[in-house]
């Protein structure tokens, strides 16, 4: 794919910048209020049919275990670099225990990780499998989940732990997947930050006055309530989501055709995807833009510059299969990789 000459030319001429605001990324300090989860990737071999039912038996070769949902976001937001404080809920179960032993691992402070023994911890197992030589794919996905929300005290509970930790911060990420953190003392509380970037496929007004949304196109068209199908549609939408969440900015992503970032104060500024083609599993790629573009404004970068640091980062997690993190050395290498290639166009 061939990217506009004068994004390349910008590009360019933001390298310095870009590489300056890597190299600042340790300093961040983030609060992640999200609805945690657990991806685990089973795989195996295909032996044979059941003779019980008309299935694929596998023999299992490994099961992998990563933050998903909120944690995922948050695991993003730690391998970046940034210090993060986590504000969620797990169940009394193995599959949190497991969660939280990954997240502390990363480094993150968990203290705000609360068990609600009522409800399983959010738990997505998808079963892959293989024949001899052959690609590796999904057959099924087992979600462990409750629609019930946490009690009346856990919700006061997590409200407290945001207000505890809101200070120490220099931004507030939400990561909304609407699996019962986000009530409203808890969305109160988050959004009493200066700085609060938010990641929810539903119901954007509820954060009403946030810094600034970060929704996909589907979302985009379920907050507005039209297709978007042209670029007329695109700056409609993006203006109406401006009133509809009365943020700062909103960050609409449209995969293959980039991103494109609405302000309260400038014109729309789109920019193209660093990647068209390679495109393989584009699970998580959300979470990752979200956790750059918050790190990159939190160390002082200026949105069109967040903006390309968290096209690029999502560029390079979708050439690969499952939910996978980046660290800022493989963005600077790929930035410098990127400006080298393009010195001959």
Request: hydrophobic share 40%; aromatic share 4%; net charge negative.
């Amino acid at each position: 794919m061939t990217l506009p000459q004068a994004f390349v030319n910008k590009i360019r001429e933001a390298l310095p910048r870009l590489l300056d605001a890597l190299d600042h990324f340790s300093q961040a300090k983030v609060l992640l209020v999200g609805d945690l989860g657990l991806d685990e990737f089973v795989t195996g071999q295909v032996e044979r049919l059941s003779r019980e039912a008309p299935v694929m038996i596998l023999r299992h070769e490994e099961t992998r275990q990563v933050p998903g949902g909120g944690g995922n976001a948050a695991y993003n937001l730690a391998m970046l670099g940034a210090s993060v404080q986590v504000v969620g809920l797990v169940g009394d179960d193995d599959h949190g225990r497991s969660l939280q032993q990954i997240l502390a691992e990363a480094g993150m402070n968990t203290d705000g990780i609360i068990i609600d023994a009522a409800r399983p911890t959010v738990t997505k197992s998808r079963i892959s499998g293989h024949a001899r030589q052959s690609v590796t794919q999904q057959i099924v996905r087992v979600d462990y989940k409750s629609n019930e929300i946490p009690s009346k005290e856990l919700r006061h509970h997590l409200a407290k732990w945001v207000h505890r930790q809101i200070d120490d911060v220099d931004c507030v990420v939400c990561a909304d997947y609407g699996d019962g953190v986000f009530t409203p003392e808890v969305i109160t509380a988050a959004i009493a930050h200066s700085s609060v970037i938010v990641d929810t496929q539903v119901d954007l007004q509820r954060y009403a006055g946030a810094t600034l949304f970060t929704p996909n196109l589907p979302e985009a068209e379920r907050a507005v309530g039209y297709a978007i199908g042209d670029r007329p549609t695109l700056h409609q939408a993006g203006n109406d989501l401006l009133t509809i969440t009365q943020a700062q900015q909103v960050l609409i992503t449209q995969g293959e055709d980039g991103m494109t970032l609405f302000s309260q104060a400038t014109q729309p500024q789109s920019i193209p995807a660093f990647n068209r083609t390679d495109v393989f599993d584009v699970t998580g790629a959300g979470d990752t833009v979200t956790a750059t573009v918050a790190i990159a404004l939190s160390v002082g970068a200026s949105p069109w510059d967040a903006m390309v640091l968290g096209n690029l980062a999502a560029s390079l997690v979708v050439r690969q299969f499952g939910t996978t993190t980046l660290t800022t050395n493989d963005l600077k290498t790929s930035l410098n990789k990127f400006v080298l290639k393009t010195l001959n166009t």
